[in-house]
């Protein structure tokens, strides 16, 4: 795992951004999984203003939903997939060929989870697979207590992701369950990148970075991948130690 510490979020996000370029450039025609939620905004626009200005091509790439709520699709405002549509594929116009998403709306969630992983299987592994981390430690929707070990699948949230969200919501919405990628979808990524900014998952960073490797925090996982990136701001490191921050960098 490789840690590194940025003065604000738009640093952080231009050096996670350069990454994703780096990979592009290295191989054209890359699967790319990208978050939705507060903590990619920065780093999607700054992938759009360099597709705009040509700095890179985004027309061989594919991209995988990271995930989605159940019983939402594009037309909601607060869904994932309205998220990266409005974000970056809209503006970038990505040829939907290049793109497979989680169906909230599908009737069968499951068979949702196994044409997602066909598609990984068929077409990957994910090279460059980017996540951000909740409040509760969670990667995607892998929610505490999740097994390291699954592929895609349905969860039942957490009582601290349905708070979080409301923020993506115009109104107080129920939120039934989500739909999301595994952990060893994770693990199995060339590289994976945990992007995360903002004081107040300062308690969580610390948490991933020095507690035990554990599904009670999800997002441990990141110091077991062969081929990690660990993004953050100050903020978010502010409860960093001194040797936590020479050991990991």
């Known amino acids: 795992m490789k840690l590194s510490i940025y003065s604000d979020k738009d640093a952080m996000s231009k050096a996670t951004a350069d990454l994703v370029v780096d990979q592009i450039r290295q191989k054209p025609d890359s699967l790319l999984c990208f978050p939705s939620g507060e903590s990619p905004t920065v780093v999607l626009k700054y992938l759009v203003q360099y ?6 091509d985004f027309s061989q790439c594919r991209f995988v939903g990271l995930d989605e709520w159940i019983g ?5 405002e607060g869904s994932c997939k309205h998220y990266l549509y409005s974000s970056f594929f809209n503006p970038l116009k990505i040829n939907p060929e290049q793109i497979i998403f989680f169906d909230g709306l599908a009737a069968n969630p499951d068979q949702e989870c196994e ?5 990984i299987l068929k077409n990957g592994p994910i090279d460059l697979m980017m996540v951000g981390l909740g409040m509760n430690g969670h990667i995607g929707l892998n929610e505490p207590g999740v097994d390291f070990h699954s592929y895609a699948h349905t969860t039942e949230l957490d009582p601290v992701t349905v708070k979080v969200a409301q923020k993506y919501f115009t109104k107080t919405t129920e939120l039934s369950g989500g739909i999301t990628l595994g952990l060893q979808h994770f693990q199995e990524a060339k590289t994976a990148v945990l992007i ?10 610390s948490k991933i970075l020095t507690e035990e490797i ?6 441990t996982i990141v110091r077991s991948h062969r081929n990690s990136f660990v993004f953050l701001d100050e903020a978010s490191a502010s409860d960093l130690s001194d040797t936590i921050r020479k050991i990991h960098s």
Not at 72 to 76: F, G, K, R, S
Not at 196 to 205: L, N, Q, R, T, W
């Open 196 to 205: 995360v900014a903002g004081e107040k998952k300062a308690d969580i960073v």
């Open 115 to 119: 044409r997602m992983n066909q598609y």
């Open 214 to 219: 554990s599904n009670k925090i999800p997002g």
């Open 72 to 76: 939402m699709d594009e037309n909601d």
């Open 51 to 56: 597709g705009l200005e040509g700095q890179v």
